[in-house]
């Protein structure tokens, strides 16, 4: 088990791929907090876990409440006296070209995908500093290297995810904490039906799939649940400031 022992954070742990890297990190030995907006989906998760033989606990914390993600991860800390691994994942997407997109939900995307991610780091940082070591994975995108169409939204936010995942790497890594971004393509989640909808529907998706990506398929989120072991366990233990793209290769077309 390579994170034995290990206190992890994950947001957005109620689904998905965060739901996934939760999973696979209780499996390598991590107790996992696992935090969602949602209790039941939360509890899910960690029921999932325990059930073959993991450690997990569910928060349900919005992530852009300040006070109440300062007071879960202050707790986590009171608890089991170190955060090990921080893995932001909460995120939305949000639909639509410049002159479309609704002002409110631009609002909600940047606080959620960016500022929030921005606050659980500032948070878990002093103790990373003091432990002199941790690991951060901001989730960026394929679309934060990437035009999107029609998702300003989306797409802003998920490039500001890498610059910020850059600046934290270099100004942290003489502290031993190393910072890098995930930045997944297609994934098979329900995460993606507003993207769905605006392409007209899952055939239609799917078919565009096939088009731009060399591999022609959605990832699983178990495939990218493998790579976010990596990121967070001592095999990236060389790796900091980078942005690792998981997309079947639409970024190379």
């Not at 996992?32 to 039941?40: H, K, L, P, Y």
């Not at 239609?204 to 731009?212: D, G, H, L, T, V």
């Not at 060399?214 to 990236?236: K, N």
């Not at 980078?242 to 079947?248: H, N, R, T």
């Amino acid at each position: 088990m390579i994170l034995r022992d290990r206190v992890a954070i994950v947001t957005g742990a109620g689904s998905g791929i965060g739901q996934a890297g939760a999973a696979i990190m209780a499996r390598e030995g991590a107790h996992v907090v696992a935090i969602d907006r949602s209790r039941d989906a939360g509890e899910a998760t960690v029921a999932a876990i325990v059930a073959k033989g993991g450690s997990a606990e569910a928060l349900a914390i919005d992530v852009t409440d300040d006070a109440a993600l300062s007071d879960g991860i202050a707790d986590v800390l009171r608890r089991h006296g170190r955060i090990d691994i921080l893995h932001n994942h909460a995120g939305a997407q949000v639909a639509g070209t410049l002159e479309e997109v609704d002002v409110a939900g631009f609002d909600r995307s940047w606080s959620l995908n960016v500022r929030a991610h921005f606050m659980a780091a500032r948070l878990v940082m002093p103790s990373m500093k003091a432990a002199g070591r941790g690991v951060i994975v901001n989730t960026s995108s394929s679309s934060g290297v990437l035009y999107d169409r029609e998702m300003i939204a989306y797409t802003t936010t998920k490039h500001a995810v890498i610059a910020m995942t850059r600046q934290m790497a270099g100004d942290y890594a003489k502290y031993g904490v190393r910072v890098n971004a995930l930045c997944p393509g297609w994934v098979d989640t329900p995460f993606n039906e507003p993207f769905i909808k605006q392409m007209g529907g899952r055939r239609a998706i799917e078919a565009y799939i096939r088009e731009k990506v060399p591999l022609g398929r959605w990832a699983s989120v178990d495939e990218i649940a493998e790579s976010i072991l990596f990121l967070v366990s001592d095999r990236s233990s060389y790796m900091t400031g980078q942005i690792l793209v998981v997309d079947g290769g639409e970024t190379v077309v």
